[in-house]
């Protein structure tokens, strides 16, 4: 099909106004997530009471609504951008041998998305970031990767271009391959009104996506194209005028064998048979708006009702002077007392006023005072159950999604078992595995357009895998299997994974206190063992005095070294263990000046790892040949 073909389809096209079949659903399905996700327009969906509530009561309570869609979706998102951050994901590129293409190549995904400021850009940032943000608030959102045309030799810088749902017009799908896509998206151009003065004016722009080629039309204005010596390409644009409008159609060929497009969403919408999608917590939208509702309903009762109440028995107004008051008006007149202001009644409005009665003649006709004023609570019950109410909500949007509650700081599940939490743990990952082969998908898909681009057709491999331990426990969830594993009396090696998984939770995002850390744990003599455990082997004589005062003072130690080499962290092990050496033996030293005199060998370091320590390790010749001569003796007690 040529240019000429290509254009009158798009008239066709543009003049049917054709949407395709779920048009309607994808755009509700869109316009009410971004409203849970982001607090925009949530109100567009708070319901009037009809029958005990009228319009200025309504817009009363959507005054006083404070939503927690926002928080609640945000607590379902969390697990995904964790996901997304997994440091084990496998992934390359490989295009057999060619180097300078694998270049070109590397410079499109880091230049795909984003600035240079700290770092937020490329392919994979978009992925961590933006391809979430669509997942929960567009799934039928379409990306398409778009680039400008360069000169010859100069490498393309392709981007992400959206195209959300109420502009994805029309598209067709064949055996699962996306075959055409007809959008329609808002743009700014620029024109000159009938005095040469340049305004600006948002138009239409209208693209239809086939394989191997694109064509896109704007309006535009003839005038500016002349006033700027816009010289139009005859062979790439055609000007056509429909309805007195101008319009320019720019037409592309990708040399491409798909459309470098694709869908955001990855779970399949039941009530259109597959053909579209929901987002991740498209089975807790039920509990999203009762949430609103319950809120609603909380935050007018907080506002209206937690006041105590004030019932008092008070005077008629008897007006002033001559002007006596009848029930709120001037007596024989049509003008409201001004001393009650229409009320009728003489109401004490300051903290100062005090009410006066006559003293009676008798005690028989005096009454008691406590019973002209009190104050009645409101029915706190009644809104504690609603908070409660509300709460439960949260949870069960979890328990939705996840089969499990595990994110929600209020469940730590400390006393869990271990067959609970491997349930909880399971539950999550069948609901996050889907979501990392989507985020494979299209790391491949990019990637495979910008070989593609680079010029390369064959011959080039992709990989792009999740680890199978998305790393998904919380702090809470990994405290639990540690005190599971302490309490089973696992191996030391199995408990000192635990820790590790912990802090790499807990230093998440902190590279210094991460390094820190690590250093740290891997100079650390008893690490994964219990208290128990080390407090014996500290009275052990089959554990070196080095390791003894090693541990002693591991916090002075470390904090002497700091202050005297403060690029500790950043240098190799074997620099490291021999700095140590160096900061344990005062300690030492000053040890033997105490007690017994202990011979210890400094000079030469044998085995720079203590994670598999002895009880020889910085002892003398003299002492690993006593330690030997008192095991020979236990040994031959035991056979004796």
């Excluded at 101008?246 to 064998?257: G, M, Q, R, V």
């Excluded at 399971?426 to 491949?444: A, M, N, R």
């Excluded at 063992?529 to 390791?547: D, R």
Aim: proline share 4%; aromatic share 12%; charged share 30%.
């Amino acid at each position: 099909m040529d240019f000429t073909e290509k254009l009158t389809k798009f008239k066709k096209k543009k003049s049917s106004n054709k949407k395709h079949a779920d048009y309607q659903r994808t755009v509700d399905l869109a316009k009410e997530y971004k409203a849970h996700v982001s607090g925009v327009g949530i109100d567009d969906y708070l319901k009037r009471f009809a029958k005990r509530e009228d319009e200025e009561m309504f817009e009363q309570r959507k005054r006083l609504t404070n939503s927690i869609s926002q928080s609640v979706a945000s607590s379902l998102q969390k697990p995904f951008y964790k996901v997304a951050r997994n440091k084990n994901v496998k992934k390359k590129f490989t295009l057999k041998g060619d180097k300078n293409r694998e270049e070109i190549v590397q410079k499109m995904i880091s230049g795909f998305y984003g600035t240079n400021e700290l770092n937020t850009k490329g392919l994979d940032f978009w992925l961590k970031n933006r391809f979430i943000e669509l997942t929960f608030t567009d799934p039928n959102a379409f990306v398409v990767i778009e680039w400008e045309a360069k000169p010859e030799n100069v490498p393309l810088e392709p981007y992400p271009y959206e195209v959300n749902s109420i502009d994805a017009y029309d598209y067709i799908y064949k055996h699962g391959v996306l075959n055409e896509l007809f959008t329609r998206q808002s743009e700014t151009i620029i024109y000159l009104d009938k005095d040469g003065v340049e305004k600006e004016k948002v138009v239409d722009a209208f693209t239809l996506y086939e394989i191997g080629s694109s064509l896109k039309v704007v309006e535009y204005c003839p005038k500016y194209f002349e006033a700027k010596g816009i010289v139009i390409d005859e062979t790439r644009q055609v000007t056509f005028v429909e309805n007195e409008i101008h319009f320019i159609a720019t037409y592309n060929e990708t040399n491409l064998d798909f459309i470098p497009a694709f869908r955001v969403g990855y779970i399949r919408d039941t009530a259109t048979d597959g053909r579209t999608f929901v987002n991740p917590f498209e089975s807790a939208m039920p509990y999203f708006r009762k949430a609103l509702k319950a809120v609603s309903e909380l935050d007018l009762s907080i506002t209206l009702h937690t006041f105590p109440q004030k019932l008092q028995y008070v005077t008629k107004c008897k007006g002033k002077g001559t002007k006596k008051c009848n029930n709120g008006m001037v007596s024989g007149t049509q003008t409201v007392c001004a001393e009650c202001k229409g009320s009728g009644l003489q109401i004490h409005t300051s903290g100062q006023d005090a009410i006066y009665f006559p003293l009676p003649d008798t005690p028989d006709e005096m009454f008691d005072l406590d019973k002209i004023l009190v104050y009645k609570q409101p029915p706190i019950d009644l809104i504690k159950f609603q908070d409660d109410y509300v709460r439960n909500l949260k949870k069960d949007a979890h328990l939705s999604v996840y089969n499990s509650n595990m994110f929600l700081a209020e469940d730590p599940q400390f006393a869990k078992t271990a067959t609970e939490v491997n349930t909880n743990t399971q539950g999550i990952f069948d609901t996050l595995f889907p979501y990392t082969e989507k985020f494979s998908e299209v790391w491949k898909t990019a990637v495979k357009v910008f070989v593609r681009l680079s010029g390369l057709m064959t011959d080039f491999e992709l990989i792009h895998i999740f680890p199978t331990d998305l790393e998904i426990k919380t702090v809470a969830v990994l405290m639990a299997e540690l005190k599971l594993a302490n309490e089973s009396e696992a191996p030391s090696y199995f408990r000192d994974a635990i820790l590790e998984e912990i802090a790499n939770q807990v230093y998440e995002g902190d590279e210094l206190g991460r390094e820190k850390h690590f250093t740290r744990h891997k100079f650390f003599p008893f690490s994964g063992k219990t208290e128990t455990e080390i407090q014996f082997l500290m009275a052990s004589p089959y554990v070196s005095n080095f390791t003894k005062v090693l541990y002693a003072n591991f916090e002075a130690i470390f904090t002497d070294i700091e202050k005297a080499v403060p690029n500790f962290y950043k240098l190799n092990y074997n620099v490291q263990w021999e700095k140590l050496n160096e900061f344990v033996k005062p300690y030492l030293e000053e040890i033997n000046s105490q007690n017994e005199p202990l011979r210890i060998d400094f000079g030469t370091i044998e085995d720079p790892n203590p994670e598999d320590d002895n009880s020889e390790q910085g002892m003398s010749d003299e002492e690993k040949a006593n330690q030997k001569k008192i095991a020979d003796e236990k040994e031959a007690e035991k056979e004796i």
